[in-house]
Every structure is written in structure tokens, then in C-alpha cells.
Nanobody, 124 residues
Framework: QVQLVESGGGLVQAGGSLRLSCAAS????????MGWFRQAPGKEREFVAA????????DYADSVKGRFTISRDNAKNTVYLQMNSLKPEDTAVYYC?????????????????WGQGTQVTVSS
């Protein structure tokens, strides 16, 4: 079973950039579809971005489209989230998530493996 560890969070000014990484243990990383979610204080967890196991399909929440880029390196067992033009409303704990890939891809749901989260704070 894959275990997930996020890194790369921190404090940044509005307009700045951060790159989050999610390192996965185990040899079967390429069998997993991956996603990023976030949860702001007092709010429900929300979908941010997802990438198919091959990297050939990608989905973004409308709120981050054009600013965030998800990518993966299956040789390094790592998925990334490049975040540019950050806004104060992007402040949240960001979670990496994984699920075994099946024939039909539902990028925004049904993840069963989660990391511990990494804090992103964007100051105005």
C-alpha cells in the first residue's frame, strides 16, 4: 500500500509561488491516480487538481485553473503541485491523495489514501 508524505508548504506573499511535493512509498505508484485537495479553516475539504496514473489526463478546480499545475514523475514516485499567482484565499492545508486507477476516471472523488497535509499561507 502506498503511503504519502507532502512537503513544500509555507508562508508566501500574494502573487508569489510555491511548489508542493508528495512523495509516495512503494513500488506501485504508477498504478495510482493522484489528487490534491485543500481545507481552509472552517471550510470543507475541496478538490484542487488531479492527474491520471499515466499523466495523460488532468483536471483542475475552476478556482485554480491557469494558476496551478499538477504533474507527476513516476520514476521518482512523486506528484507535484506548482502554485503560481497565489491569493490569500488559497490559504489552506493541502493534502495529497491517491487511489488505484480503474477504467473510468473520477478525478474529484473516491480517494482512499491521504497524506498528513502541508500548510500553505498566503499573506495579503
Amino acid at each position: 500500500q502506498v503511503q504519502l508524505v507532502e512537503s513544500g508548504g509555507g508562508l508566501v506573499q500574494a502573487g508569489g509561488s510555491l511548489r508542493l511535493s508528495c512523495a509516495a512509498s512503494g513500488r506501485t505508484f504508477s498504478s495510482y491516480d493522484m489528487g490534491w485537495f485543500r481545507q481552509a479553516p472552517g471550510k470543507e475539504r475541496e478538490f484542487v487538481a488531479a492527474i491520471r496514473r499515466s499523466g495523460g489526463n488532468i483536471d483542475y478546480a475552476d478556482s485554480v485553473k491557469g494558476r496551478f499545475t499538477i504533474s507527476r514523475d513516476n520514476a521518482k514516485n512523486t506528484v507535484y503541485l506548482q502554485m503560481n499567482s497565489l491569493k490569500p484565499e488559497d490559504t489552506a492545508v493541502y493534502y495529497c491523495a491517491a487511489k488505484i486507477a480503474i477504467i473510468v476516471w473520477y478525478p474529484r472523488r473516491d480517494y482512499d489514501l491521504w497524506g498528513q497535509g502541508t500548510q500553505v499561507t498566503v499573506s495579503s
